[in-house]
């Protein structure tokens, strides 16, 4: 039974591996954007530094932690490394570049050193990790709450141009997966966030579908008022044709 539950705990973390790897790849359209417009102007670069600021906290917390953090080490090394270079690729198309290097000067200097410098000096050895534990818990409904800031965009503009639907999609997958994974292994510290990941990205999708068939129909709308107006413009020709053609007939008289 216990080897069932074992086969089980890796399946959902490999699983979970794989989709979280999917979904750091999955802002790489939002990137073409940008390279595409040469600007970052209408995107944040907040989701990007929370998701560096979470990696880095579940990779010191499965350090701390030590026994069945294999996978969560692997995945979150990745993450790191991808996050930094999404940043790194922003701030060289940022109109305001020092907004976001505040915000990294903040949240990646300021807030992680001191979580690690407090937790290894004040806080004792045996609760170093319940610790850790639940400032990650945190953090990562900070991952997930950060894109609303764009699902609150996309409801004022009603506009899904600045929503990554693939973002939202793949963070709704593996919050499935890592809740699985967390609580096969009796860890709520990984389970719990993951409850409120799945509920953001399912908002996420929704509003997306909204928004995206309001889009059609506008598009649809807007090619009306041409037609209308070129149909004006022919009668006012034809109207000026006929006139033409009754002077000139007077004058021929």
């Given at each position: 039974?216990?080897?069932?539950?074992g086969?089980?705990?890796?399946?959902?973390?490999?699983?979970?591996?794989i989709?979280s790897?999917?979904?750091?790849?999955?802002?790489?359209?939002?990137?073409?954007?940008?390279?595409?417009?040469k600007?970052?102007?209408?995107?944040?670069?907040?989701?990007?530094?929370?998701?560096?600021?979470?990696?880095?906290?579940?990779?010191?917390y499965?350090?701390?932690?030590?026994?069945?953090?294999?996978?969560?080490i692997?995945?979150?090394?990745?993450?790191?490394?991808?996050?930094?270079?999404?940043?790194?690729?922003?701030?060289?198309?940022?109109?305001k570049?020092?907004?976001?290097?505040?915000?990294?000067f903040?949240?990646?200097?300021?807030?992680?050193?001191?979580?690690?410098?407090?937790?290894?000096?004040?806080?004792?050895?045996?609760?170093?990790?319940h610790?850790?534990?639940?400032i990650?818990?945190?953090?990562?409904?900070?991952?997930f709450i950060?894109?609303?800031?764009i699902?609150?965009?996309v409801?004022?503009t009603?506009?899904?141009e600045?929503?990554p639907?693939?973002?939202?999609?793949?963070?709704?997958?593996?919050?499935v997966?890592?809740?699985?994974?967390?609580?096969?292994?009796r860890?709520?510290?990984?389970?719990?966030?993951?409850?409120?990941?799945?509920?953001?990205?399912?908002?996420?999708?929704?509003?997306?579908?909204?928004?995206?068939n309001?889009?059609?129909?506008?598009?649809?709308?807007?090619?009306?008022?041409?037609?209308?107006?070129?149909?004006l413009?022919?009668?006012?020709?034809?109207?000026l044709?006929?006139?033409?053609?009754?002077?000139?007939n007077?004058?021929?008289?």
């Amino acid at each position: 039974m216990a080897g069932f539950s074992g086969d089980w705990v890796l399946a959902f973390g490999l699983l979970g591996n794989i989709i979280s790897f999917m979904v750091y790849l999955s802002p790489l359209p939002t990137f073409y954007q940008i390279y595409k417009k040469k600007s970052s102007e209408g995107f944040q670069s907040v989701p990007y530094v929370i998701a560096l600021f979470s990696s880095m906290l579940w990779m010191y917390y499965a350090f701390l932690k030590s026994d069945n953090t294999t996978l969560l080490i692997t995945i979150n090394s990745v993450g790191c490394f991808i996050e930094t270079a999404y940043i790194s690729f922003y701030l060289f198309y940022a109109p305001k570049k020092v907004q976001t290097i505040k915000l990294i000067f903040v949240v990646i200097v300021c807030g992680f050193g001191l979580i690690v410098l407090t937790n290894q000096l004040v806080v004792k050895a045996s609760k170093r990790t319940h610790v850790v534990g639940w400032i990650c818990l945190v953090f990562s409904l900070c991952v997930f709450i950060a894109p609303l800031g764009i699902v609150r965009q996309v409801i004022r503009t009603k506009s899904v141009e600045y929503m990554p639907f693939l973002l939202s999609f793949f963070l709704t997958i593996s919050a499935v997966m890592w809740f699985f994974y967390g609580l096969l292994l009796r860890d709520f510290i990984i389970a719990i966030p993951n409850v409120l990941g799945f509920s953001f990205g399912v908002l996420q999708m929704v509003l997306y579908v909204i928004y995206k068939n309001a889009d059609k129909g506008e598009k649809k709308k807007l090619p009306e008022i041409p037609n209308k107006i070129i149909i004006l413009e022919e009668h006012k020709v034809q109207e000026l044709t006929e006139q033409i053609i009754d002077i000139v007939n007077i004058m021929h008289c």
